[in-house]
């Protein structure tokens, strides 16, 4: 399986982002699918996630300001966030949920300007 991530970019804060993550393979569906994201410094930590049936979680960082969704027909993955703060700066990656070691990719760099 290949995922690709895309879509990040340089906005001021407050501004908004919307990631897209498309991936390889038939399987896809079948899966809980997550946002991941790692700040220069510090470890990866998972941003958000989707089950197979929709169910959303988000850490608390984000909660109320992203948005994941999934479209199962396209195989894609998104990260719909907004009110960006200066803390979001991070490379954000795609992942199943829990994470497989050998899915990640290249991630895309966020970079919010305060």
């Known amino acids: 399986v290949q995922l690709q991530a895309s879509g990040g970019g340089l906005v001021q804060a407050g501004g908004s982002l919307r990631l897209s993550c498309a991936a390889s393979?038939?399987?896809?569906?079948?899966?809980?699918m997550g946002w991941y994201r790692q700040a220069p410094g510090k470890q990866r930590e998972l941003v958000a996630s989707?089950?197979?049936?929709?169910?959303?979680h988000y850490a608390d960082s984000v909660k109320g300001r992203f948005t994941i969704s999934r479209d199962n027909a396209k195989n894609t993955v998104y990260l719909q966030m907004n009110s960006l703060k200066a803390e979001d700066t991070a490379v954000y990656y795609c992942?199943?949920?829990?994470?497989?070691?050998?899915?990640w990719g290249q991630g895309t760099q966020v970079t919010i300007s305060s």
């Open positions: 992942n199943r949920s829990p994470q497989r070691s050998d899915y």
């Open positions: 989707i089950g197979s049936g929709g169910t959303t």
């Open positions: 393979g038939s399987t896809f569906s079948r899966y809980a």
